[in-house]
């Protein structure tokens, strides 16, 4: 994600940049245990090919989230909105803008497709960290079999792009080369993420390999079924208690001020701007109709 202004004097690979060496510099003042992942730490790893980051990813342990959003918000840092439907959208992260910074900073405190609990998740995934030096800090960083892992699941919830699968087959080709399928596996038992991961790594496994696949979450069969607009609150209204569809067709029909700006930060919230965003919604929702009631069906 990304804001903008046009007072701002950062560059977007500069910004991105800089914010890592911020955000990391709040954290050690906090004594809070962080580390970065995706953005350009994975491409210097040779995990993904090269290209420009808009937003800087960090992963938070998950009982001091409050405490580096306090240390950022400090700085100038605003939370965006977000949608207030948990279930439709189930919450893994809160994204700040800074209206002098062209950047987002995405704290992360879980990450989908790993289904142990958060901090357990956290546990593991700090054990399998690195010291990488970026924007003239010394930064904490995964692995690269844990790279790995966070990118590939990253990738597999939206295994239908074609970037996504750009992404899937220059892992998939690192991994084999590089020999880290095990240890990917391992931290993949250790964080619940072996149903999600399955896809990727199944075929790079040796054939006899034998693999006692759990099957996965509600929340992850949900994520990669919602490729159109609409799915995700369609699914969650068909998969609800009956006692609650309505409040949710209701949010679904008439969303909140929220919910809009979740979209875009700059939204016109005035009626008539808000008459064309609805119209706008529903413009894509209908398009997409007809795939969507094919995806539907695999669920």
């Given at each position: ?51 420009t ?54 704290v ?30 010394e ?28 992404d ?14 095990s ?106 109709l ?10």
């Amino acid at each position: 994600m990304r804001g903008e202004t046009e007072e701002s004097l950062l560059g977007i690979p500069e910004g991105v940049l800089l914010g890592h060496a911020l955000v990391q510099r709040v954290a050690d003042t906090l004594g809070i245990r962080s580390f970065f992942i995706k953005g350009p730490a994975s491409v210097v790893q040779g995990l993904r090919q090269p290209k420009t980051s808009t937003d800087v990813d960090v992963f938070v342990e998950p009982a001091d989230l409050d405490q580096l959003l306090h240390g950022l918000r400090e700085r100038g840092w605003l939370e965006r909105p977000v949608d207030p439907d948990s279930r439709t959208f189930p919450k893994h992260s809160v994204t700040l803008h800074h209206p002098e910074w062209p950047c987002c900073i995405d704290v992360h405190f879980r990450f989908p497709g790993m289904e142990e609990s958060a901090a357990d998740c956290f546990d593991v995934m700090w054990e399998n960290i690195e010291i990488l030096e970026l924007a003239g800090q010394e930064l904490r960083v995964p692995s690269k079999p844990l790279g790995i892992l966070v990118l590939a699941l990253h990738a597999l919830r939206a295994p239908h792009l074609p970037a996504s699968g750009r992404d899937l087959d220059h892992l998939g080709h690192v991994t084999k080369e590089q020999s880290h399928v095990s240890s990917i596996m391992d931290i993949a038992a250790s964080t619940g993420s072996l149903a999600a991961l399955r896809p990727f790594v199944e075929p790079l496994l040796p054939v006899d390999t034998v693999v006692i696949w759990p099957e996965p979450s509600d929340e992850w069969r949900n994520r990669i079924a919602s490729k159109e607009p609409g799915s995700a609150r369609l699914i969650a209204i068909l998969q609800a208690p009956w006692v609650d569809r309505p409040h949710l067709i209701l949010r679904a029909v008439f969303p909140s001020p929220e919910s809009l700006l979740s979209r875009n930060l700059y939204a016109d919230m005035a009626l008539f701007g808000r008459i064309a965003q609805h119209r706008g919604r529903w413009g894509r929702f209908l398009r997409g109709l007809p795939r969507l009631v094919r995806d539907l069906q695999r669920l």
